[in-house]
Nanobody
Framework: QVQLVESGGGLVQAGGSLRLSCAGS????????MGWFRQGRGKDREFVAA????????YYADSVKGRFTISRENAKNTVYLQMNSLKPEDTAVYYC?????????????????WGQGTQVTVSS
C-alpha cells in the first residue's frame, strides 16, 4: 500500500521558517521524482518544488526560488521542503507527490501518488 505522509506544517509569522517532511512507503522511493505542490483557498493547485530521482536535479517555482529548498534522504524514504522568509501568500495546504518518470516535474498531472497535505499558515 502506497503512502505519502506529510508533517511539519503549522502557523508561523511572516519572515519565519518551517520545514516540511514527507515520508514515503509502499513503493521504490529512490526511483521516483518527488515534488511539493500547494493549494491556497479558492486557488488552483500549483507547483512549488521538485527533486529528480536520477540526479537530484531540483526545480522551483519562481515565487519560492531563493527562499525554499527541497532535499531528499533516500535512506529514510523522506523528502523535505525547507521554507524560509515565509510570506502570507505562502499560506496553503502543501502536498507531496511522487512521479515515476520525472519528465516534467512541474506538471502535477504527471505524478502518480499524493499525500493528504499539511496546512501552512503565515500570519502578517
Amino acid at each position: 500500500q502506497v503512502q505519502l505522509v506529510e508533517s511539519g506544517g503549522g502557523l508561523v509569522q511572516a519572515g519565519g521558517s518551517l520545514r516540511l517532511s514527507c515520508a514515503g512507503s509502499g513503493f521504490t522511493f529512490t526511483s521516483y521524482t518527488m515534488g511539493w505542490f500547494r493549494q491556497g483557498r479558492g486557488k488552483d493547485r500549483e507547483f512549488v518544488a521538485a527533486i529528480r530521482w536520477s540526479d537530484s536535479s531540483t526545480y522551483y517555482a519562481d515565487s519560492v526560488k531563493g527562499r525554499f529548498t527541497i532535499s531528499r534522504e533516500n535512506a529514510k524514504n523522506t523528502v523535505y521542503l525547507q521554507m524560509n522568509s515565509l510570506k502570507p501568500e505562502d499560506t496553503a495546504v502543501y502536498y507531496c507527490a511522487a512521479d515515476h518518470y520525472g519528465r516534467t516535474p512541474r506538471d502535477y498531472s504527471e505524478y502518480d501518488f499524493w499525500g493528504q497535505g499539511t496546512q501552512v499558515t503565515v500570519s502578517s
